[in-house]
């Protein structure tokens, strides 16, 4: 099965702070991964899909990058309303699916 | 754009099964694949399986195999999720989610509960 390995699992920052979030896999995926951000009590909301096609609505401080093995989100400006948890997520081996251990925004 | 809403909480013992519904409105529901997802307290999304409607078949995590069933029921553009042989460690909100490759958009999750 493959693994995806998020680095760091937890990070501080302040407003305004440029922001990145590695997404490591066990094997090559292509661009088939998917970053979602969660905040407490709520479901998680897709952000990116495809490595680093932006979801319609999500603002363009948002990106991803990557293929195969490494993947990055980076948040070119860290704003009040994205401290949450950051999810990435694979979609390449089929019916299996899996997600990153999740990294947390925590305010600085 | 399709929305999907999930049943209520519930509590159950340990041993026991849980049945868990996701009705989707405002879309094709047949064409459209679901994917269940859990999270434990405190802890990350883990991936539990997902159907197509159209096609009735489901896949399913490894790690739950034995023990979930995803089905669907056409008429009422609603997906079920049950889970058998419940033990503590199945404490969790489960969320349904539209979608087989990535996951958009979800339900508001169902909080599962195992205690005795």
């Known amino acids: 099965a493959i693994q995806l390995t998020q680095s760091p699992s937890s990070l501080s920052a302040s407003v305004g702070d440029r922001v990145t979030i590695t997404c490591r896999a066990s094997q090559g995926i292509s661009s088939a991964l998917a970053w979602y951000q969660q905040k407490p009590g709520k479901a998680p909301k897709l952000l990116i899909y495809?490595?680093?096609s932006l979801e319609g609505g999500v603002p363009s401080r948002f990106s991803g990058s990557g293929s195969g093995t490494d993947f990055t989100l980076t948040i070119s400006s860290l704003q009040p309303e994205d401290f949450a948890t950051y999810y990435c997520q694979q979609f390449s081996s089929f019916p299996q699916r899996t997600f990153g251990q999740g990294t947390k925004v925590e305010i600085k | 754009q399709v929305q999907l809403v999930q049943s209520g909480a519930e509590m159950k013992k340990p041993g026991s099964s849980v049945k868990v519904s996701c009705r989707a409105s405002?879309?094709?529901?047949?064409?459209?694949?679901l994917t269940w997802v859990r999270q434990a307290p405190g802890q990350g999304l883990e991936w539990m399986g997902g159907i197509i409607p159209i096609f009735g078949t489901s896949n399913y995590a490894q790690k739950f195999q034995d023990r979930v069933t995803i089905t669907t029921d056409e008429s009422t553009s609603t997906a079920y999720m049950e889970l058998s042989s419940l033990t503590s460690e199945d404490t969790a909100v489960y969320y349904c989610?539209?979608?087989?490759?990535?996951?958009?958009?979800w339900g508001q999750g169902t909080l599962v509960t195992v205690s005795s």
């Open positions: 989610a539209g979608g087989g490759f990535w996951f958009d958009p």
């Open positions: 495809d490595a680093s």
């Open positions: 405002g879309g094709t529901f047949s064409s459209y694949a």
